[in-house]
């Protein structure tokens, strides 16, 4: 298993790293796919219950934004620590305090300021990635990273707390996320080793704030950073908007809803997106590091997501309470989420030398973006066009992000200006894969042994 990940570009240093990613987001995931169904029957409307993700996703946004940076100024494994003991401790406010008084605002405002832990978590290690893996075997890495943010998002976080509930009631195991959480946080403190270069060393604080302020200024200044970022938030919008919508319209009957499910089969259901992108998150990076970045995140990822997008809603209408037809509509979701891992490695090419932190934190700020723009959809179109319309706008959307990839050409390492493959890319790739391996091995070992104190 070990060589298999060292073939796909992931080094041995980072392995832990990759777990503890899939740890922590187990316990992240735990209420997604149930969350707004449990607002509206605690009595608040659907429309409250999708605003509390939506912002959510906005201080998600934020998140994202500053966590490329700071990781490289501050380094990785201390913004990692910090936004995991911010998750924690706001979690506990959440569940402790904030859903017993049901007090919307109080709700809203301590659910959307955990938004900001996970990001800072997880993207922080997306620069540890690129400081550790070679350009030429990102976008497979990239994709392993995915494999373990979908392991832990959707496949434990989905499937654990469907045979939970039915037990113990959605309360409680809301709380059964804590223990995934603090498991990830520890393994990030032990074995998360210390970035090779720390960018903020030596700057004032002014400098500093000019760092950080360049994620975002990047998108006003490199255009095709700008389109690879609106693709970026594209492609998940149904990864955060069905799980806000599906819900209520699979298991109740508000705004028009068809209530043909449990709540438990529906998170069975959904959880098969995730347990698809186990194998095609590696596989997508893998396939696109060999045959080109930009044409199977066309093909595969925005066409196929437009089609998933209808297939959701109408999939209920035409067969009725058919688990193995969701199902395949869940499978043709999860194949299309997967097929965009190359984004990063494109934009951090477009930023050039010395801006590649810039380039990641354009990145998870989209990523974050999507975290909101995914149920803010839902939030303000529901009540107006219905599950239908709002299924039609994602596809809308994917259709955009189609004709946007027709804008980046990147200059892929092995291929020429017509993106077609050099023969002999793949010789020369295995021998400067050898060559990084052993120039690498020394300094990593000395990084190890440093986070270990």
């Known amino acids: 298993m070990i060589k298999l990940l060292e073939r796909l570009g992931v080094p041995r240093t980072l392995m832990l790293g990759f777990l503890a990613v899939a740890i922590f987001m187990t316990g992240d995931g735990f209420e997604l796919t149930f969350l707004s169904k449990f607002m509206v029957d605690q009595g608040f409307t659907s429309s409250q219950a999708s605003l509390l993700v939506t912002v959510y996703g906005l201080f998600a946004a934020f998140g994202g934004w500053s966590a490329g940076v700071l990781a490289e100024m501050f380094g990785a494994r201390k913004v990692m620590m910090f936004g995991a003991c911010w998750w924690i401790g706001v979690h506990l406010l959440f569940l402790g305090v904030a859903i017993p008084s049901h007090i919307y605002p109080l709700i809203l405002g301590l659910y959307a300021i955990r938004g900001i832990g996970y990001p800072l978590f997880i993207y922080s290690f997306v620069v540890l990635m690129a400081q550790y893996i070679s350009p030429s075997r990102l976008a497979s890495a990239t994709g392993f990273f995915w494999t373990c943010f979908s392991l832990g998002i959707g496949v434990f976080g989905a499937y654990l707390p469907s045979f939970i509930m039915p037990v113990f009631g959605e309360y409680k195991t809301f709380w059964f996320a804590l223990p995934f959480s603090i498991v990830g946080t520890l393994m990030c403190f032990f074995f998360v080793p210390k970035n090779k270069v720390v960018k903020g060393e030596g700057l004032s604080r002014k400098e500093q704030l000019k760092e950080l302020t360049e994620g975002a200024t ?76 930009v044409w199977p995140m066309r093909w595969f990822g925005c066409a196929v997501l437009a089609v998933g997008s209808v297939a959701f809603y109408y999939i209920p209408q035409w067969f009725g309470a058919n688990a193995l037809m969701m199902i395949i509509a869940s499978i043709i979701v999860g194949i299309g989420t997967c097929a965009f891992s190359s984004l990063p490695t494109i934009m951090t090419l ?82 400067a894969e050898v060559a990084s391996q052993t120039a690498s091995e020394a300094p990593v070992a000395v990084e190890s042994s440093e986070a270990a104190h």
């Open 218 to 293: 990047i998108l006003f200044t490199n255009r095709k950073i700008l389109i690879c970022a609106i693709i970026r938030i594209i492609n998940n919008l149904l990864l955060y908007g069905f799980p806000v919508i599906m819900p209520l319209y699979l298991c109740t009957t508000h705004n028009g809803g068809i209530n043909i499910f449990k709540t438990e089969e529906w998170m069975r259901i959904w959880g098969f997106v995730f347990v698809v992108t186990l194998i095609f998150n590696t596989f997508w990076g893998w396939f696109m590091d060999r045959f080109g970045w």
């Open 350 to 431: 477009y930023a050039g030398e010395g801006k590649q932190g810039a380039a990641l934190s354009a990145y998870n700020l989209a990523a974050g973006l999507t975290t909101f723009a995914g149920p803010g959809i839902a939030t303000i179109l529901l009540p107006v066009i219905g599950y239908g319309g709002v299924c039609w706008t994602y596809a809308a959307l994917y259709v955009l992000a189609f004709v946007l990839t027709l804008f980046i050409r990147p200059k892929q390492p092995g291929f020429d200006e017509h993106g077609l493959r050099v023969k002999s890319a793949k010789k020369s790739e295995q021998s």
